[in-house]
């Protein structure tokens, strides 16, 4: 057992992949396996285990992950007992594409449009690396390659690689990849020094949580416990149809990137409108230790950081708002992928670009469906209920106010910017949880 501080946490059992923020920048490379026969899927566990860092053994200096995540139907290919499988969260049993409407993933969104073989049933495995550039993401996937090699009862179905943009930035034109929760007992820096270390349990199975219990986690206790649960999502992204809808609204550049700018709570280069309202301060967005060093308390009108806009939604902080936001906290990792849309461009040129987005936390449920739900796809919790994200909900004709004085801007008919093209709910387990699935005797 190792405890970087406080809390004793098994860090050498927690992936590292769970719990580390992604590289600055960053390649990275999903890949979906589906497992034909559960003895090859046992014997790919066996070999792939030994290239898996742990939170205690992951370098933060030299940044390169691999980690291992299971859909249900993947446990269900490993031969994971039926007491056991029945031990996880209904949610979780079900799916994505199950829980679509929960998720608002209706229309060109749902299921149904979905990229193959997403959404079905051969998704059981998905390995995912990242590491500083695509020299040591080759040699950290080869491991993943290797182990493939003779195993004819597994077959790779779907991979996507992702990168970062020479400018850091995302499809959009902003800075990513900033907020980052503090955990307790994991020695993780969070980016916010306002936030109160949330409780492990919130991040990992096993331990205390935010609401002071222990959850249930799945059984036996070996198979759940220093697991977590990751939702991955491939959220197209259709920069110019936000190009164009900026420039028919603003008179000016200055003020399409004003407009952009209250629709995310940040200026292009992470700099958030909270600390910095009137423009954009690159100092101020490229620097950690402050350009996360903010709450909302201060500002409950929304003049600075608009309350609908798409931080402050996602992470109200302290405004006043319906529910206990440290119950519906996530790490969140987003990655490009495709290329970029060059500067300028308001044609759309059809290529295929947006974010790979990854969810971990402990509690799908209460987490991600509850952030997706009440957060992106409904206006309750702020008051305004007919109001949704204005950058992610994926529903057409939004409207999105601008608080403002003398008097406020209120956008209409704001169109889908983003657009689901599919994923799952994995669970990532522990080492030692691999382990015993590899094990299995069934
Ligand atoms: C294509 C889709 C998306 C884009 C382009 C996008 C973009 C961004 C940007 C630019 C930021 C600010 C930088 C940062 O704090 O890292 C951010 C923050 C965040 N986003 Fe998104 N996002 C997308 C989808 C989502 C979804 C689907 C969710 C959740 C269901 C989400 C949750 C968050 C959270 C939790 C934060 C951090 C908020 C904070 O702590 O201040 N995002 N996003």
């Keep these: 057992m190792t405890a970087k501080s406080g809390v004793a946490l098994e860090l050498d059992d927690i992936q590292a992949g769970a719990l580390e923020p992604r590289p600055v920048p960053y390649a990275g490379k999903y890949q979906i396996l589906r497992l034909d026969d559960r003895h090859a899927g046992r014997e790919l566990l066996r ?18 992950s691999l980690a291992v995540a299971l859909s249900f139907q993947g446990l269900e290919a490993l031969g994971v007992p039926e007491e056991s499988l029945a031990s996880f969260p209904p949610e979780f049993q079900q799916g994505m594409a199950t829980r679509a409407a ?12 979905w ?46 690689d992702v990168h970062s943009a020479a400018d850091l930035r995302n499809m959009f034109g902003f800075a990513d990849g900033i907020g980052h929760p503090a955990i307790e007992g994991t ?53 110019a149809a936000f190009r164009q809808y900026l420039r028919q609204r603003a008179k000016d550049r200055a003020e399409e990137e004003w407009l952009a700018a209250k629709i995310v709570g940040r200026w292009p280069s992470g700099a958030p409108l909270a600390l910095s309202p009137d423009k954009d301060d690159p100092e101020l967005g490229a620097d950690p230790k402050r350009n996360n060093a903010f709450m909302f308390g201060d500002d409950p009108r929304g003049l600075n950081s608009p309350v609908g806009s798409h931080i402050r939604r996602m992470n109200p902080r302290d405004s006043l708002v319906i529910g206990a936001v440290r119950l519906h906290r996530m790490i969140r990792r987003g ?33 991600f469906e509850f952030v997706q739900r009440e957060w992106v796809n409904d206006g309750k919790f702020i008051g305004t209920p007919a109001d949704k994200d204005p950058l992610v909900s994926s529903s057409e004709g939004r409207e999105f106010p601008i ?17 689901n093209r599919g994923g799952e709910y994995c669970f990532m387990p522990g080492l030692r949880a691999l382990r015993w699935l590899a094990d299995l005797d069934t």
Excluded: C, M
């Excluded at 929960?102 to 449009?113: F, K, R, Y």
């Excluded at 020299?135 to 090699?149: K, P, S, T």
């Excluded at 970029?340 to 295929?352: I, N, T």
């Design 115 to 160: 990229e193959k073989p997403l959404g079905s049933q051969d998704v059981h495995l998905v390995v995912v690396g990242l590491a500083p550039d695509s020299a040591r993401l080759e040699a950290a996937v080869r491991y993943a390659r290797d182990a493939l090699r003779d195993l004819s009862g597994v077959v790779a179905i779907w991979q996507q």
């Design 403 to 419: 608080p403002k004085q003398p008097i406020r801007r209120h956008l209409k008919g704001l169109p889908a910017f983003v657009v």
């Design 102 to 113: 929960e998720l608002g993933d209706v229309g060109e969104n749902a299921p149904e449009h």
């Design 187 to 239: 020695g993780i820096p969070g980016t916010n020094p306002y936030e109160v270390p949330l409780k492990a349990g919130e991040f990992v199975l096993g331990y205390e949580d935010e609401i002071h219990t222990t959850s249930p986690i799945p059984q036996p206790e070996v198979l759940g416990r220093n697991g977590t649960y990751v939702v991955f999502r491939k959220l197209h992204t259709r920069v």
């Design 335 to 367: 990655t490009n992928y495709g290329p970029p849309l060059p500067p300028g461009v308001l044609e759309d040129d059809g290529a295929d670009r947006g974010l790979l987005f990854a969810f971990v936390g402990a509690n799908l449920d209460r987490q």
């Design 47 to 64: 070999r792939l285990i030994p290239y898996l860092d742990s939170v205690a053994s992951f370098d933060p200096k030299t940044p390169v």
